[in-house]
T-cell receptor, first 114, second 111 residues
Framework: DTGVSQNPRHKITKRGQNVTFRCDPISEHNRLYWYRQTLGQGPEFLTY????????KSRLLSDRFSAERPKGSFSTLEIQRTEQGDSAMYLC????????????FGPGTRLLVL | DAKTTQPPSMDCAEGRAANLPCNHSTISGNEYVYWYRQIHSQGPQYIIH???NNETNEMASLIITEDRKSSTLILPHATLRDTAVYYC????????????FGTGTRLTIIP
């Protein structure tokens, strides 16, 4: 399977702990996106990368959140000092490097903050 | 991006065609209509997209009205595996990279 992969699939943590998620995009996809989805809602855009450059960040991405894509391949999303409101599904998607290309999503990482 | 309106839920009998409507009355000329679906606990799956012509692929058909203010996604022979939340999204494919999801239509296929 050469789709988008995300790890871990599930994460339970205590409030105040830091967590990090990883996303591996489809090979040769230059663009990588992070979304967050809470129960009963559609996914909400957080940020995206063109290769290693982070080009857009949503205001949903508070200063406790940081995303990186250091070599333009996989990406990590870190949440520091987690809060119960951070409990959600974190989705990664990738697309080819030009505007308007279709985004393909991974299975997501489900985070539960106790 | 233009806002979309979808019914919150629909049922369809297995083997019949499922027709999912979407209103996007404020769509502008360079905005595409995209459809994704999300099966429980999985990531969204791309289905189809179009600008103004009707489109068909192995999964579905997309019918866009001539004024482009609404569209219909058609699953020709629904199976139980088509039970999912279906999202209609309008997106400007030039310079706007994010997808703006609404709450979608929860489609239930009845055996």
């Amino acid at each position: 399977d050469t789709g988008v992969s995300q790890n871990p699939r599930h994460k339970i943590t205590k409030r105040g702990q830091n967590v990090t998620f990883r996303c591996d995009p489809i090979s040769e996809h230059n663009r990588l996106y992070w979304y967050r989805q809470t129960l009963g809602q559609g996914p909400e855009f957080l940020t995206y990368f063109q290769n290693e450059a982070q080009l857009e960040k949503s205001r949903l991405l508070s200063d406790r959140f940081s995303a990186e894509r250091p070599k333009g391949s996989f990406s990590t999303l870190e949440i520091q000092r987690t809060e119960q409101g951070d409990s959600a599904m974190y989705l990664c998607a990738s697309s080819l490097g030009t505007s308007g290309e279709t985004q393909y999503f991974g299975p997501g990482t489900r985070l539960l903050v106790l | 991006d233009a806002k979309t309106t979808q019914p919150p839920s629909m049922d369809c009998a297995e083997g019949r065609a499922a027709n999912l409507p979407c209103n996007h009355s404020t769509i502008s000329g360079n905005e595409y209509v995209y459809w994704y679906r999300q099966i429980h606990s999985q990531g969204p799956q791309y289905i189809i997209h179009g600008l103004k012509n009707n489109e068909t692929n192995e999964m579905a058909s997309l019918i866009i009205t001539e004024d482009r203010k609404s569209s219909t996604l058609i699953l020709p022979h629904a199976t139980l595996r088509d039970t999912a939340v279906y999202y209609c999204i309008v997106r400007d494919n030039f310079g706007n990279e994010k997808l703006t999801f609404g709450t979608g239509t929860r489609l239930t296929i009845i055996p």
